[in-house]
């Protein structure tokens, strides 16, 4: 049971755009939600991350909106760049576990 | 030092070698990990690792021997894996307060 769902899988932009990227889940009892990119032969690195106590949260360009009631959470890039091309991975985790539940993904692509 | 190192960066065995994925991390972390990613897919939890002590075995075969030395070290020991095992195997380790730090990876080749 995918109990994060992920979308879109790939998105393209043009540089200077906005690039959203969006995830839905099904655990109540999840209260932290991070957010990884990964470039091709890296490991994953943490972008940003909110607990449910705040609707949103920013960290330069980056900002994750939180929708508690409706399960969902998503990411904004703004002024896309090239240089934001990478996959990034939603999660979730209840903090007893410290174990993260993956979104599937997407592929971000920022043209020049 | 805010890195999780892995060795090697890639490995390729055969089906009969015996092989381990090194990982090292100088953060004072009591957490660690071991994922595998799959190409396009997301990482998956193999096993955890709190204060030196095996607490999460996500059912992996035992082809897979986790092993943590210290609280710095984490080892994959690998025996008679199959071409299906090819991935990159990724160490991690956790804060207190739940942020995972991830190594760039072992991409991993059975042949």
């Known amino acids: 049971q995918q109990q994060v769902k992920q979308s879109p899988q790939s998105l393209i932009v043009q540089k200077g755009g906005i690039s959203i990227i969006n995830c839905a889940y099904e655990?109540?009892?999840?209260?932290?939600f991070p957010w990884y990119q990964q470039f091709p032969g890296k490991g994953p690195a943490l972008l940003i991350a909110i607990r449910p106590d705040v609707s949103e949260k920013k960290e330069g360009r980056f900002t994750i909106s939180f929708n508690k009631s409706a399960k969902q959470f998503s990411l904004h890039i703004m002024d896309s760049q090239p240089g934001d091309s990478a996959t990034y991975f939603c999660?979730?985790?209840?903090?007893?576990?410290?174990?993260?539940?993956f979104g599937g993904g997407t592929r971000l692509m920022v043209k020049p | 030092d805010t890195e999780v190192t892995q060795t090697p960066k890639h490995l390729v065995m055969g089906m009969t070698n015996k092989k381990s994925l090194k990982c090292e991390q100088h953060m004072g972390h009591r957490a660690m990990y071991w994922y595998k990613q799959k190409a396009k897919k997301p990482p998956e939890l193999m096993f955890v690792?709190?204060?030196?002590?095996?607490?999460i075995n996500e059912s992996v075969p035992s082809r897979f021997s986790p092993e943590c030395p210290n609280s710095s070290l984490l080892n994959l020991h690998l025996h008679a894996l199959q071409p299906e095992d090819s991935a990159l195997y990724l160490c991690?380790?956790?804060?207190?307060?739940?942020?995972?730090?991830f190594g760039s990876g072992t991409q991993l080749s059975v042949l």
């Open positions: 991690a380790s956790s804060d207190r307060l739940g942020k995972l730090f």
């Open positions: 999660a979730a985790s209840t903090w007893a576990g410290n174990m993260l539940t």
């Open positions: 655990n109540t009892a999840f209260d932290y």
């Open positions: 690792y709190s204060y030196e002590k095996l607490s």
